[in-house]
């Protein structure tokens, strides 16, 4: 089993770059290193936020929204028709039993941390 994905680590890496290319390109500062440490922390963060939300998805973090949004929704008049039909609406256990786990990546995770950590560091250095 390999551990990183070739295809979505340079996919990731590549849409960081362009981030990151781009922020240097039309940020402006005082000094050209501010403006590599910047963009650097913008790509970072253009992998590290997909990251994040794939991981929290991954554990169930969002199966919570999902569901609570469903169960307002269903208190709705359309509902209440429903359930005088005889249908009963789920429990939080029912729904989480009837979703298949969700796949997590770890590249996007990889590069936006390793970009975010080195932005850090160059910062503290620089400033």
Not at 46 to 74: A, E, H, N, V
Not at 84 to 104: D, L, Q, S, V
Request: glycine fraction near 8%; hydrophobic fraction near 45%; charged fraction near 20%.
């Amino acid at each position: 089993m390999q551990l990183i994905d070739k295809r979505k680590f340079l996919v990731y890496s590549g849409i960081s770059t362009v981030a990151c290319i781009f922020s240097i390109i039309f940020i402006k500062a005082d000094f050209f290193i501010y403006r590599i440490i910047n963009g650097l922390f913008i790509g970072g963060l253009f992998s590290l936020i997909p990251g994040l939300i794939s991981y929290l998805r991954s554990i169930g973090m969002l199966d919570i929204f999902i569901y609570s949004y469903r169960t307002l929704r269903s208190y709705s008049k359309h509902f209440e028709d429903e359930l005088k039909e005889g249908k009963k609406a789920k429990t939080y256990h029912e729904f989480k039993m009837e979703k298949a786990p969700k796949p997590f990546s770890l590249e996007p995770l990889f590069i936006g941390g390793v970009l975010v950590l080195v932005s850090a560091v160059s910062s503290f250095i620089a400033g």
